[in-house]
């Protein structure tokens, strides 16, 4: 399991500031009916808008 997790997204109510996540959980989901082959395929359910 990852240690840290890095996010870019500070309009997320989880960023933490350095770019951290302080959510307990993350849940990422494929964005298509099939399995995802690139991370443009996939979408982070954990975002939550500020």
Same mark, same amino acid.
């Given at each position: ?12 109510? /989880?960023?933490?500031? +350095?770019?951290?996540? &302080? #959510? =307990? ?5 494929? /964005?298509?009916?099939? +399995?995802?082959?690139? &991370? #443009? =395929? ?9």
């Amino acid at each position: 399991m990852a240690k840290d997790v890095i996010c870019e997204v500070s309009s997320c109510r /989880n960023w933490a500031g +350095n770019n951290r996540c &302080s #959510a =307990e959980s993350i849940f990422i989901v494929n /964005n298509k009916e099939s +399995n995802a082959h690139r &991370s #443009a =395929e996939t979408d982070c359910k954990t975002f939550d808008p500020k």
